[in-house]
């Protein structure tokens, strides 16, 4: 399996086969998916089969696990792709089990893929959207350095838009080499 970022909390990994229970546990509990479209099983073993599969696109971007690096614990999911409404835009999600809500973890993960984004994918924005009503994932993208920029239809729904830009962007990293 491939790490994308690890910090001292946090390691954000592709998923193996296996772990495609994780993310449909985590899609059934009704806390969890308050603020996002619910999926059936079914939609969420398709989002699991493309996410094993975009590793291998080599873009580096797709839909990955969050983990517990002490104990390998589920932490959640996230993505960092282009966006399904509007692929010429890069978005950030994310996930997370209910038992690790209030940790600060939704904004040290929105973080290390802001920087990974930057960093090493050489992408220039990033934005992500949330429910009006979700304030908790507002503030998340807030104290990530994202900026309100309105609302947005995504996703089927009128949602909450931000965004932030690469103070300084850097060549790509296919141009680099």
């Given at each position: ?104 973890l939704a ?38 350095g994202l ?31």
């Amino acid at each position: 399996m491939n790490i994308i970022v690890q910090t001292p909390r946090l390691i954000i990994r592709e998923f193996v086969p296996e772990e495609e229970i994780l993310l449909l546990e985590l899609y059934r509990d009704e806390r969890v998916t308050q603020y996002v479209n619910k999926r059936s099983d079914e939609d969420v073993k398709k989002q699991f089969a493309e996410a094993l599969s975009q590793w291998q696109d080599g873009t580096g971007f797709g839909r990955w696990g969050v983990f517990n690096p002490d104990d390998n614990d589920f932490i959640g999911v996230c993505i960092l792709k282009p966006a399904d409404s509007d692929p010429t835009r890069i978005e950030l999600g994310y996930v997370l089990t209910a038992k690790y809500w209030g940790k600060g973890l939704a904004t040290e993960l929105s973080r290390a893929l802001i920087f990974y984004g930057f960093e090493d994918k050489g992408v220039t924005e990033i934005c992500a959207c949330t429910n009006p009503e979700n304030i908790a994932s507002q503030n998340v993208l807030l104290k990530a350095g994202l900026q309100r920029n309105g609302n947005i239809f995504w996703h089927g729904a009128d949602l909450t838009f931000f965004r932030i830009e690469n103070a300084s962007p850097k060549s790509s990293p296919k141009e680099r080499t």
